[in-house]
């Protein structure tokens, strides 16, 4: 087990709506990244946040977008949903600094989101 | 445009006989490269790395290979083990602390 911790575990929402997904990250990690993961297909990068600043983004859409607190905690937001987000959403934390003790990205169990 | 390409959908290996997971990649500026693991309903598990001043690095049962030159990678798995039946993922970065492309997977099945 890796420490970094999603929620909700499960969801279902309609087209059109709107939804937030939460990640923590392990202890003493400062550096999240969203990936998507369609169904086949491997993790896709969506964005990157260090130090509460997004540090990297990948072929997203605006309707994607973040947020990363003081505690390092992360959001993932997506606004009016389409059939084709339906995924899973995975986040990744990881040690990124100067200090040369950069760590592996670390993974949570992800959050099955399905569009109808 | 696929940067990082696992072209076998499945592998099937007898237990205790040698697993052979094959990547390639196009973009030569990838200067870091991993392998994780995955099981239904978890996320990626870190398994090993290299960089690309190495062309190979081990670390127990799991050995990964880098050829530069042909823009390729495998991992060694040896031996196989019944735990070891999941998907595999390669995938690269530019450096350790850029985002991760990963490959579209390689399902594993360690036979009995």
């Known amino acids: 087990e890796t420490g970094v911790t999603q929620s909700p575990t499960h969801l279902i929402k309609t087209r059109g709506q709107q939804v937030t997904l939460r990640c923590s990250s392990q202890?003493?990690?400062?550096?999240v990244s969203w990936y998507q993961q369609a169904l086949g297909q491997g993790p896709q990068f969506i964005f990157q946040?260090?130090?509460?600043?997004?540090?990297g983004r990948g072929n997203f859409p605006p309707r994607f977008s973040g947020l990363q607190f003081p505690n390092y905690s992360s959001e993932l937001n997506v606004n009016a949903l389409e059939l084709d987000d339906s995924a899973l959403y995975l986040c990744a934390s990881s040690l990124e600094g100067n200090s040369g003790s950069n760590t592996e990205a670390f993974f949570g169990q992800g959050t099955r989101l399905t569009v109808v | 445009d696929q940067q990082v390409k696992q072209n076998s959908p499945s592998l099937s290996v007898q237990e205790g006989r040698i697993s052979i997971l094959n990547c390639d990649y196009t973009n030569s500026m990838f200067d870091y490269f991993l392998w994780y693991k995955k099981y239904p309903a978890e996320g990626p598990t870190f398994l090993i790395s290299?960089?690309?001043?190495?062309d190979k690095n081990e670390d127990g049962r799991f050995t990964v290979f880098l050829n530069k030159s042909a823009k390729h990678l495998s991992l060694h798995i040896v031996p196989s083990q019944p735990g070891d039946s999941a998907v595999y993922f390669c995938?690269?970065?530019?450096?350790?602390?850029?985002?991760?492309?990963f490959g579209k997977g390689t399902r594993l099945h360690i036979l009995p």
């Open positions: 995938a690269a970065s530019l450096n350790r602390d850029d985002k991760i492309i």
């Open positions: 290299i960089s690309s001043i190495k």
């Open positions: 946040y260090y130090r509460e600043e997004e540090n």
């Open positions: 202890s003493g990690h400062n550096t």
